[in-house]
């Protein structure tokens, strides 16, 4: 059974920090792409960052600068350090892994990121 579970997410001023986990059970981590996505209230779900299984990554022109992503195949982890937080960066952002050989893809159940003003 695959599970993705992302946690870190809550209530930060603008101009602070948080950093989200994704922990991914039930795949083979280490073949795995994996990128977040983000959805505001009455938006469309957009690419935040990506992740290929050797460790390029890839930013959304909106978070360039401030987002890193980053992965532990070890922890069968990946993160998201979000700084210099901005009221819209306030989503439910999630966490997706797709398989490098086959593109099947999962979805985590999302976590909530409220930015305030």
């Known amino acids: 059974q695959v599970q ?3 946690s870190g997410g809550g209530l930060v001023q603008a ?5 989200l986990s994704c ?13 977040w996505y983000r959805q505001a209230p009455g938006k469309q779900r957009e ?4 992740i290929t299984r050797g460790g390029s990554t890839n ?11 980053s992965r532990d195949n070890a922890k069968n982890t990946v993160y998201l350090q979000m700084n210099s937080l901005k009221p ?4 439910v952002y999630y966490c997706y892994s ?11 159940q999302g976590t909530q990121v409220t930015v305030s003003s």
């Open 4 to 6: 993705l579970v992302e």
């Open 15 to 19: 101009g602070g920090s948080l950093r």
């Open 23 to 35: 922990a991914a059970s039930g795949i083979i981590f280490s073949i795995n792409g994996m990128r």
């Open 47 to 50: 690419l935040v960052a990506s």
């Open 59 to 69: 930013y959304a022109d909106s978070v360039k600068d401030r987002f890193t992503i």
């Open 88 to 91: 819209e960066d306030t989503a």
């Open 98 to 108: 797709i398989n490098s050989f086959t593109t099947q893809g999962y979805w985590g």
